[in-house]
């Protein structure tokens, strides 16, 4: 980050989902790779659903009843018939932007799976926890970032990046009419998205996001008269942009409008915190933030998107913190848990050996689009993660990956321990180290540059792999340069996810330890 960035940058809150005290929250909101947030509310609970890209289950789901604390509940697409990966499907394909609504005493889902002939779906649901319905294909609406909308007459609107709109029959998939463009943005701009529609008042508002979701990204907006305009852009667009400036969160833009129930109107948006020198490095993926928003002359207008923002006008309403250890007692994995494209029921089992993770190798390493993998979105610029690993039966370990082409692992097996990255085309072993039979306990740290440090070439973290041995030592093996696990790197549209994998054979799993840890190194309490 630059200077300036590193002279406005707060601290990272502690563990757990962000809270507020002293009158102020901690932005983002849902830390980690959780982009492209749409919300809505229904009653006093807010719901919101995210991108999941090659990731299932797919399409996170999250409740608060405050804005600021987030839980989430489930997975919307758990099931294999209502996603499909296939291992020809690059990373950073799979599902796109989705749009979550509440209409006539259900949850409805939109969503484009960019996979072969997959496309835009509906999903229905009574509970946003699940379970949700089978997928109603859409094969006649193209593009992605699908949104729907209602109107009084009961019309069903799709609105899609272009940008694009056709009235369709959610029930069956069916499309009514020919599609046709309507208003996109700014003249030239790149890449207008993210579409949602709303009827506020007598006017209704087509908000979208333009520039790409890189550092040009912007939210702009024009109303109209009817869902299809014709629609007057807002002479302050964009709304919201922090293209150009020493903000220590960047890329903001792909939002969603809501409002709370004492009529106040809120936002959540995407946005990244960039490490290090220059041009600066995110590694956590894009995450969603929480912005206020007031209404001047029949136009919204954003609040500050800072780190540290004033707090709602109610009282907090916390969620229970998840929990730093994953003992793998329950007969189901936790919805934090994602695998790579598919998670076949022959590849892991938390009761082959009761109180462990057993895994079942598929692919051959992380560099293979079908690996047995199980892991969680980091979300912390700085953490611990250890496990337990028994390698009896096949070889396997700990992984930090961003995809097949970027990752690094310390894996167990055959006697010895060794510390892989994989830089694009190169995959060296950076370390390797004999063990005794029997578990090993594997550990990784991500340890973020610290703030006053900065230099123009300095990395955004480093990660430090080794093993802990019981009496608590921690004996490193190596330590890597964090830029080559983002997305400047990289390419892409996701974060990290760290986990546990089998290379070969049958590895075993008998915990999993994630913690925050500040800016020292210590871990933080939750």
């Known amino acids: 980050m630059s200077i300036a960035?590193?002279?406005?940058?707060?601290?990272?809150?502690?563990?757990?989902?962000?809270?507020w005290?002293?009158?102020?929250f901690h932005n983002p909101v849902i830390p980690g790779m959780h982009p492209d947030p749409s919300i809505c509310r229904v009653g006093e609970d807010y719901f919101l659903a995210c991108s999941s890209f090659e990731y299932f289950p797919g399409v996170p789901i999250f409740r608060s009843r405050d804005l600021v604390h987030w839980e989430q509940i489930g997975n919307a697409l758990d099931r294999?018939?209502?996603?499909?990966?296939?291992?020809?499907?690059?990373?950073?394909?799979?599902?796109?932007?989705?749009?979550?609504?509440?209409?006539?005493?259900?949850f409805w889902l939109i969503v484009t799976n960019v996979a072969p002939d997959a496309g835009t779906m509906v999903f229905t649901a009574t509970d946003a926890a699940g379970p949700w319905s089978e997928p109603v294909r859409l094969p006649d609406v193209a593009g992605i970032d699908p949104d729907l909308a209602w109107d009084e007459n009961g019309d069903c609107w799709c609105t899609t990046a272009g940008i694009h709109q056709v009235r369709v029959d959610p029930h069956t998939g069916r499309t009514l009419g020919p599609p046709r463009r309507t208003w996109s943005g700014a003249p030239g701009a790149q890449a207008p998205e993210a579409p949602h529609l709303y009827r506020i008042g007598d006017l209704w508002y087509l908000l979208?996001?333009?520039?790409?979701?890189?550092?040009?990204?912007?939210?702009?907006?024009?109303?109209?008269?009817?869902?299809?305009?014709?629609?007057?852009?807002?002479?302050?667009?964009?709304?919201?942009?922090?293209?150009?400036?020493?903000?220590?969160?960047?890329?903001?833009?792909?939002a969603d409008l809501v409002q709370a129930p004492d009529g106040s109107w809120w936002m959540a948006l995407l946005g990244v915190r960039p490490g290090g020198g220059t041009p600066g490095w995110h590694v956590l993926g894009r995450e969603t933030y929480l912005a206020p928003v007031t209404w001047v002359?029949?136009?919204?207008?954003?609040?500050?998107?800072?780190?540290?923002?004033?707090?709602?006008?109610?009282?907090?309403?916390?969620?229970?913190?998840?929990?730093?250890?994953?003992?793998?007692?329950?007969?189901?994995?936790?919805?934090?848990?994602?695998?790579?494209?598919?998670r076949p029921a022959g590849c892991w089992s938390t009761a082959a050996r009761p109180g462990w993770l057993t895994l079942h190798a598929r692919g051959a390493s992380l560099d293979e689009p079908d690996v047995t993998f199980v892991g969680r979105r980091q979300q912390h610029l700085s953490c611990r993660v250890r496990t337990l690993v028994d390698p009896a039966e096949?070889?396997?370990?700990?992984?930090v990956r961003l995809d097949e082409r970027h990752h690094y692992d310390i894996e167990v097996?055959?006697?010895?321990?060794?510390?892989?990255?994989?830089?694009?085309?190169?995959?060296?072993?950076?370390?390797?180290?004999?063990?005794?039979?029997?578990?090993?306990?594997?550990?990784?740290?991500?340890?973020?540059?610290?703030p006053g440090s900065w230099h123009p070439c300095e990395e955004p973290d480093v990660l430090r792999l080794g093993i802990q041995h019981p009496d608590g030592t921690f004996d490193q093996l190596a330590?890597?340069?964090?830029?080559?696990?983002?997305?400047?790197?990289?390419?892409?549209?996701?974060?990290?996810?760290?986990?546990?994998?089998?290379?070969?054979g049958t590895v075993h799993v008998d915990w999993f330890d994630y913690e925050p840890l500040d800016v020292a190194g210590t871990i933080l309490a939750p």
Not at 87 to 98: C, D, I, L, R
Not at 306 to 318: E, F, L, T
Not at 394 to 399: E, I, P, Q, Y
């Open 21 to 24: 005290a002293g009158g102020v």
């Open 394 to 399: 096949g070889v396997g370990g700990l992984a």
């Open 479 to 504: 330590e890597l340069d964090g830029r080559y696990l983002s997305t400047e790197v990289a390419g892409g549209f996701t974060g990290r996810v760290i986990g546990v994998y089998a290379a070969s």
């Open 5 to 19: 960035q590193q002279e406005t940058a707060a601290p990272e809150p502690g563990a757990g989902p962000p809270h």
């Open 208 to 254: 979208i996001a333009e520039g790409g979701t890189e550092r040009g990204h912007a939210v702009s907006i024009a109303r109209g008269p009817a869902p299809d305009g014709p629609f007057e852009p807002c002479p302050a667009n964009p709304i919201l942009t922090h293209r150009g400036t020493h903000r220590p969160i960047q890329n903001t833009g792909h």
């Open 297 to 342: 002359d029949g136009w919204p207008v954003i609040g500050d998107v800072s780190p540290v923002m004033p707090a709602p006008p109610w009282p907090p309403r916390p969620v229970p913190a998840p929990p730093v250890r994953d003992d793998f007692v329950d007969a189901r994995l936790g919805p934090r848990w994602v695998s790579v494209r598919s």
């Open 413 to 450: 097996g055959d006697g010895r321990v060794r510390v892989v990255a994989r830089l694009g085309s190169v995959h060296p072993t950076v370390a390797t180290r004999p063990v005794a039979p029997g578990p090993v306990q594997l550990r990784v740290d991500v340890v973020a540059s610290p």
């Open 80 to 106: 294999p018939s209502q996603l499909s990966l296939p291992p020809q499907m690059p990373s950073s394909g799979g599902v796109y932007a989705p749009t979550l609504r509440h209409h006539d005493g259900r």
